[in-house]
Nanobody
Framework: QVTLVESGGGLVQTGGSLRLSCVAS????????MGWFRQAPGKEREFVAT???????DYTNSVKGRFTISRANARNTLYLQMNRLKPEDTAVYYC???????????????????WGQGTQVTVSS
């Protein structure tokens, strides 16, 4: 049984920063790909960032240069550092653990078998 628990969301002004955390149990964050997705009100859930077992990262274009995905293997924790936040970043952010290993960039929801409950990020203008 894999459990993912996110934290770190909140309300921040435009240009501010937040760091999301995702603690995993029942699986290692370093064994397969891990990812962050988000869902804004009235929109479908979308890919944000992923990190594969070797540490290679990938981002959706809208967050490149502002967001950084990382992990702390000893703590079995995944992070998403979000800088220079914009109102359009407002969403519920979900941590996910992939079904797959390997070097491929995992951007699709179907590639992830386990999801956290989500944490709300609100960026005020």
């Amino acid at each position: 049984q894999v459990t993912l628990v996110e934290s770190g969301g909140g309300l921040v002004q435009t240009g501010g920063s937040l760091r999301l955390s995702c603690v995993a149990s029942g699986s290692s964050v370093s064994s397969n790909a891990m990812g962050w997705f988000r869902q804004a009100p009235g929109k479908e859930r979308e890919f944000v960032a992923t990190i594969n077992y070797s540490g290679t990262t990938d981002y959706t274009n809208s967050v490149k240069g502002r967001f950084t995905i990382s992990r702390a293997n000893a703590r079995n924790t995944l992070y998403l550092q979000m800088n220079r936040l914009k109102p359009e970043d407002t969403a519920v952010y979900y941590c996910a653990a992939s079904r797959f290993g390997g070097l491929a960039s995992r951007r699709a929801e179907y590639e992830y078998g386990y999801w956290g409950q989500g944490t709300q990020v609100t960026v005020s203008s």
